[in-house]
Structures are given as structure tokens and as C-alpha cells.
């Protein structure tokens, strides 16, 4: 529910500023994860714009105070307002989420994440991602993970697809193979 709520605010936010090149597309997404960080750390925070006793105003000059604290551009004050307006600031995360999909989108990132049994060297990250740039034939953003559960192989996850090749998937398939 809430990516189909924060897509349109992402979508419309990259439409108005994506002319202005990806420099400022990701100055306003670390401003927009700034707010986030800001609301995550004071969870207070996004409840005073949803309680229906604090009067407009109030909320309009809290998000001015914050666009001018945290020096937003134009557009990410706009969004904000927009987001207040609604009662949909709870949502800040996940648009910040899908703008900078966008984003990567237009600069043609990929983000994967891959799991691992212990932590890899990083030779082995640098040809994780060079492999998968290959087989996506973009430019991979690689995040890893330890899993000690997973005792020897991986998980990598790039978008919606994942690639099991953990123990664990072994051992699964072939227990399902011989199940029949």
C-alpha cells in the first residue's frame, strides 16, 4: 500500500526537476533522506502533522522550519508541503525510496544486494558486480550482507529477481527431487 501511495509523489517530484541533470536529482533525494533520517529519529515528530488538534499553520511553518534547518531546494520544500498537506509525511521513506530508483534508473544503476555466508573480500565483491553488470549490461551497485545461516554460497537479489545459491536452496531442491 504505501509504494502505491509514494509513487505518485516520487513520479511528479523526478518529472518537475529531472531537466536539471542527475547532480540535482541526487541533491534533492539526500535532502529528501535527510527529512526521513530527521522523522525516523524523532518519531514525535511525523505525529504532530497527523493529529487533527494542531492547526495548519502550525504544520506549514513546522515544514517551513524544517526545509529552511536542513537548507532543502525549492522543489523538496514543494513536496514536503504536498506531503504534509495530504497527511502523507508517514510516507517520506518510500518516495525517497522511488525517487531514487528513478534516478538510478536514468543513470543506469542497478542495486543488488547480495548475502553471504561470512564477509567477502573485496575482490570477490568487485567480481560479483562486474558479473552481474554483464549479465544486466548496466552499472551494478552491489550492498552485501553476512548471513552466517546460510552456511556456503549466496543470495543475490537484483530488483525483483533472485539468484539462490545458498546451501540451504541446495539442499531444498534436492530434498524436493527426491521427494518424487
Known amino acids: 500500500m504505501s509504494r502505491r ?4 509523489y516520487a513520479v511528479a517530484l523526478y518529472e518537475v526537476t529531472h531537466r ?3 547532480p540535482a536529482l541526487r ?3 539526500r535532502q529528501l533522506a535527510a527529512v526521513a533520517e530527521l522523522f525516523e529519529r ?3 515528530l511525523v505525529r504532530v502533522f497527523e493529529v487533527p488538534s494542531v492547526m495548519p499553520a502550525v504544520k ?3 515544514v517551513a522550519t524544517i526545509a529552511r534547518a536542513l537548507a532543502l531546494r ?35 544503476i542497478v542495486r543488488a544486494r547480495a548475502e553471504l555466508p561470512v564477509a567477502p573480500l573485496p575482490e570477490q565483491v568487485e ?23 546460510l552456511l556456503a554460497g549466496f543470495v ?16 531444498r531442491r534436492f530434498a524436493a527431487a527426491a521427494a518424487r
Open 5 to 8: 501511495v509514494a509513487r505518485p
Open 20 to 22: 536539471e541533470g542527475v
Open 27 to 29: 541533491e534533492i533525494q
Open 42 to 44: 524523532e518519531s514525535g
Open 60 to 62: 506549514r511553518e513546522l
Open 74 to 108: 525549492p522543489e523538496a520544500h514543494r513536496l514536503l508541503i504536498a506531503l504534509e498537506t495530504h497527511v502523507r509525511l508517514r510516507f517520506l521513506p518510500e518516495v525517497v525510496q522511488m525517487f531514487r530508483e528513478l534516478v538510478d534508473r536514468a543513470e543506469g
Open 127 to 149: 567480481a560479483l558486480q562486474q558479473a552481474l553488470a554483464r549479465l544486466f549490461a548496466s552499472r551494478v551497485e552491489l550492498d552485501t550482507k553476512v548471513r552466517p545461516e
Open 156 to 171: 543475490v537479489q537484483v530488483g525483483s529477481q533472485v539468484f539462490d545459491g545458498s546451501l540451504a536452496a541446495q539442499v
